[in-house]
């Protein structure tokens, strides 16, 4: 049975999991994937670890098709996301109606999850900055390099999570708030492409027009996202 490796950044776990397994039937393969923040999967593609499919940022991708590691004309966008707040499932849910109230609810939580390496993370830890409430939250910052921060506030170690909308959803246990406020938004896009070292290009492709598909777009917004040029 064919193999194919996947790798992915973790916004898109609770997707692939529903959808890899129909592909897998429908195509007689089996897709190991492997969920890393992007920029754990950059420093590990360019040590040498072999994929034959990325899903991650637009960007980081095309820098990669440039750098020689992706096949240029296999990339596809497939989703769009913005970053969201997550509390413990029945707890009051703050107001993230403007940017200052969004503030007072970072303010007034007893603890924030956040990574370190994911694009979330490093986007709210500039944020904090830029909102002059930086040393009030690191001060009770609980924070890990990538994987779902959400997990944390369902084992009771944080009371409120930050990260990207799927990537919050994916946790049972946890209430979705609502995205942060968009003055201060940040939308991430995601991409797919072949890797020029693949063995089964052709099979990978077929992976990313499935991915590509409206099936897989009903999927992708029930997990949170939002499909962009479906059926291109």
Known sequence: MTTLNLCSGNGMSASFRELMPQFERANNCKIEIHFEPGQ???????AGQNFDIG?????????LAKEGYIVADSLRVLTQNGIGVGVSKGAPKP?????EAFKRALLNAQSVAYTTEGASGIYF???IKKL???DAIKAKARMQPGGL?????????????VQQVPEIMA???VDYVGPIPEQVQQLSINAGGVFVKSQQQALARKLLAFLN????AQVFRARGLKPQKVGR
């Open 40 to 46: 754990i999967l950059l420093r590990e593609i360019k």
């Open 55 to 63: 899903v991650m940022g637009k960007a980081a991708l095309e820098q």
């Open 95 to 99: 107001d993230l109606s403007s940017v």
């Open 125 to 127: 830890a500039g944020l």
């Open 132 to 134: 002059g409430i930086e």
């Open 149 to 161: 921060v959400a997990e944390l506030v369902v084992k009771g170690e944080a009371t409120l999570a």
């Open 171 to 173: 946790v049972a246990g």
């Open 213 to 216: 598909s409206a099936e897989a």
